[in-house]
């Protein structure tokens, strides 16, 4: 496919994904949701990808390597900013650990069973683990997508309800933490496999940088700035902190979360205007995302990556169900939370911070380890992102006939 | 109690601690992460990103600079990617600045379609004539002016080496052309950056803009007859017929702009919604096809921004509006790039026949629009002041140049190192220049004036 050709194919698509005259079609189809949380560019970008050629997506490798880097970094900073010390701090007691039960079994799940199949498909062991950890690290994130939708129907008014909504959200928060510590990871492993320093100088150098450039972000948001001003320096230090980490071969999305979680830690209200820039970019950053992400997953599509999706679709799904009714009923009412007996179900909605992290990975790191990961990831977000909503409304359905809201 | 600090050390103080620190703590993780990386197998190709975000914060620092010390933004921008640039301290390298062009089609796109977001046909029906003279005025004396100033200055420099030029009679008449047709041309770019950040309107203003679009168009013409020439001449790379050139970049061109801007109109017309950020899609894709179709892509922008100007519905001003919410990343990220691209060493190998020929040019700009400008009847501060207008170069005339390389191997280069050297000059004497003529011809922030008639009403 021709440059022209592929750029016409793109707008054409964009146009239809927005245009208010195609919203009953959309609704038709069953698309609004999917355009809503980007993954109607996933299935565009694989369009695409069909008609791309290897060689032509090697030799478009420099322009969309630093989009990737730039995409990734804005969804890191977004991330990161979210972990502020105040919010953190009025987690409720055992919270944290019920939240992250879910999320960190699987994570060690998938770990353990996608390092195994990849090593089994032919490649070497430590490629193998760091394609498991990218893997993992989207297994155990979710996305609260359904959650504000949920609030605004008549079922989900009902308190207990409410609550565990609230649980799902924090979960969902918490598990980015073990995306970004699985990306770390990963980069750090592959980094040190053909450097030869030791993975844990790269984890520091990742985690050091990011805290460096958080300062710096700090420092430039000091004075005083016009409104496009800020927006500049905003992207200015999410290009420079994402390419940074792309440069070395770290990743973009983790090193750019430590810079978020600085600033936003550092005294004064300055990452106000980095969140104003961050979210003026983050919805075009997740359509690049997923166009990106169609456009390869395509390109590795194998007999690997259908186990995979398989772990990460309906293993993942029973496991996050399964493991959350383990720790049910093991938070005070006080603490606002519920862990009910399908808050589970909740979790099944799969976040982009994995996607970002397996995108980085193949970009910065292309092989047959980092392609089939970001495949399989993709496929399984697609799925996970289709099978949510159904399960949700269900579970909402008998809450409502259980609990009917005045 | 203390008292307060002077007011400009207070500014001195803020921009030591908010801009120059943090600046200096890029430059330093820059540094210490290749001192810690290099050793293990950091690859040089990487790093684009990081050096679209470095130059983007470095312009920013250098252009709020530029505006305490009563320059154009554009100027800081630009020292701020000569200093950094491969050829300055080398903080940037060619492999990081490598897949950057990406970024000068859309920004050319984007100071393309304000301009001609600008353009209404009522003004242009009006001022054709005007524009027309004042810039066959200018191109003529530029043109013949120079052809003369390059034969004295390659006798007494030799600028080309002799060894290097075809033994044939007419041989250096012909390279002397080449370079009098590539030194009429100015840069639209720079041009239409200072207009959008001084804010200008007014009659200086508008002449100004519209004989930088006609000359962008004539240029295309006359460099194209004069490569045709000196390929029959004296041989070069590319075969292409004249004619299928010409209707190519110019009939081909401004169809493709029609066509986008129609495109435009549509998008503005159903969905509406995110303009800047389908702005910026916009002239990606515009910029791509151009390239890929070879085309022109200023003049596509120009057609699609004048389409979508003066179609019913009012949607100039929404887009001239959207594009300047996204242009100063954009500006910033361009002309520091452009800044990047000077070259300090060749300016110092010819310094002398290059600044000879740039006060030369000055002069020449000088004539050709008093000529063209008396001629036309035009009001005095245009008389006085449009020349200014016209003396910057950058991004058309390094293409030119770096065609001329392409084309004719053996005298090429040098011919290409003096044009260079030029455009190093003019870059950072065109813009402070032209803001100073907007000032003197009081059209600064006439933008955000109220009309006449609507002020005193």
Not at chain 1, 23 to 44: S, W
Not at chain 1, 215 to 236: C, I, K, M, N, S
Not at chain 2, 171 to 176: E, S
Not at chain 2, 179 to 190: G, H, I
């Amino acid at each position: 496919m021709s440059g022209p050709a592929l750029v016409a194919v793109l707008l054409g698509a964009a146009f239809l994904a927005s245009a208010r005259r195609f919203g009953r079609f959309r609704q038709a189809l069953g698309l609004t949701h999917l355009v809503v949380t980007g993954h109607a560019f996933l299935l565009i970008g694989a369009l695409v990808g069909l008609a791309v050629t290897d060689v032509q997506l090697d030799a478009m490798a420099p322009v969309l390597t630093p989009i990737a880097a730039l995409v990734a970094g804005t969804i890191g900073y977004s991330v990161g900013m979210r972990f502020h010390g105040r919010v953190l701090r009025a987690i409720p007691a055992g919270a944290t650990r019920v939240a992250l039960t879910p999320a960190l079994g699987v994570a060690l799940g998938t770990l353990a069973l996608a390092t195994v199949a990849l090593a089994a498909s032919g490649v070497t062991p430590a490629s193998a683990l760091a394609g498991g950890l990218v893997t993992a690290g989207a297994a155990a994130v979710s996305a609260p997508t359904l959650a504000a939708a949920i609030r605004r129907r008549r079922g989900g008014r009902s308190p207990d309800l409410l609550a565990s909504l609230r649980l799902v959200e924090l979960s969902a928060g918490l598990s980015n933490l073990l995306a970004l510590t699985g990306a770390v990871f990963a980069f750090a492993l592959t980094r040190a496999e053909g450097a030869g320093a030791a993975t844990l100088f790269w984890v520091l150098c990742d985690v050091g940088l990011g805290l460096a450039a958080g300062l710096v972000t700090w420092l430039f948001l000091g004075g005083p700035a016009r409104r496009d001003e800020r927006l500049l320096l905003g992207v200015g230090m999410v290009a420079f902190t994402g390419g940074l980490a792309e440069w070395f071969g770290l990743s973009p999305a983790a090193l750019c979360a430590v810079a978020g979680a600085t600033l936003v830690n550092l005294p004064g209200d300055r990452m106000a205007d980095m969140a104003q820039a961050i979210r003026r970019l983050e919805r075009p950053a997740l359509v690049m995302l997923m166009t990106l992400t169609g456009v390869y997953a395509v390109q590795d599509l194998g007999p690997a990556v259908l186990l995979l999706v398989a772990l990460l679709t309906l293993g993942r799904a029973g496991a996050l169900i399964v493991l959350a009714r383990s720790v049910r009923g093991s938070l005070p009412p006080s603490s606002g939370l519920a862990a009910g007996p399908d808050w589970g179900k909740g979790l099944v909605a799969q976040g982009s911070l994995g996607l970002v992290c397996a995108l980085a990975f193949r970009q910065v790191w292309p092989g047959h380890a980092s392609g089939w990961a970001l495949a399989a990831i993709a496929v399984a977000s697609l799925i996970n992102e289709i099978a949510a909503p159904p399960v949700l409304v269900r579970t909402l359905t008998a809450r409502a006939t259980a609990h009917p809201a005045s | 109690m203390s008292p307060a600090p002077h007011p400009a050390l207070a500014v001195l103080r803020r921009g030591l601690l908010f801009r120059m620190l943090p600046l200096a703590g890029c430059v330093l993780i820059l540094a210490l992460g290749r001192a810690l990386a290099l050793p293990h197998g950091l690859s040089h190709d990487r790093g684009t990103a990081a050096a679209i975000g470095f130059l983007l914060l470095s312009g920013y620092v250098a252009g709020k600079a530029a505006v305490h010390a009563r320059l154009p933004r554009i100027t800081g921008y630009l020292l701020a990617g000569i200093a950094l640039g491969p050829y300055g301290t080398g903080v940037l390298s060619h492999e990081m600045l490598g897949a950057r062009g990406i970024v000068d089609g859309v920004a050319v796109a984007l100071i393309a379609l304000t301009a001609g977001g600008e353009l209404e046909i009522a003004w242009l029906r009006r001022a054709i004539r005007r524009v027309a003279t004042i810039t066959f005025g200018e191109l003529i004396v530029v043109f013949v002016g120079m052809f003369g100033t390059f034969l004295a200055v390659q006798h007494f420099f030799t600028v080309i080496p002799l060894e290097d030029i075809p033994p044939s009679s007419s041989a250096l008449m012909v390279i002397t052309m080449v370079f009098a047709v590539v030194a009429v041309t100015n840069s639209p770019s720079v041009t239409i950056a200072v207009i959008n950040e001084t804010r200008s309107e007014g009659p200086v203003t508008r002449t100004v803009l519209g004989v930088t679009i006609l000359k962008d168009i004539a240029v295309i013409v006359f460099f194209a007859l004069a490569l045709a020439i000196a390929r029959n001449t004296l041989g070069g790379a590319g075969d292409e017929p004249l004619w299928w050139t010409l209707t190519r970049e110019l009939l081909g061109s401004t169809l493709l702009g029609l066509g986008f801007g129609a495109l435009l109109i549509a998008y503005l017309r159903t969905i509406g919604r995110e303009l800047p950020v389908f702005l910026l899609v916009f002239c990606l894709a515009l910029a791509q096809t151009c390239r890929a179709l070879h085309l022109e892509v200023l003049l596509a922008a120009v057609a699609a921004g004048c389409l979508v100007a003066n179609f019913p519905g009012g949607h100039g001003h929404r887009v001239v509006a959207a594009i300047e919410r996204v242009s100063l990343p954009v500006y910033a990220l361009f002309f520091a790039g452009a800044g990047a691209k000077v070259r300090l060493d060749a300016l110092g190998a010819i310094w002398m026949p290059a600044v000879a020929l740039v006060v030369v040019r000055a002069a020449l700009v000088y004539a050709g629009t008093r000529l063209g400008t008396t001629l036309a009847g035009a009001e005095p501060a245009v008389r006085r002041y449009a020349w200014v207008g016209f003396l910057s170069q950058a991004g058309v005339t390094l293409a030119l140049a770096a065609l001329i390389s392409r084309s004719f191997p053996t005298w090429g280069p040098a011919l290409e190192m003096m044009l260079i050297s030029m455009i190093a000059i003019h870059e950072l004497v065109g813009p402070p220049a032209f803001q100073w003529a907007l000032g003197r011809a009081g059209e600064i922030g006439g933008a955000d004036r109220p009309p006449e008639d609507e002020a005193t009403g």
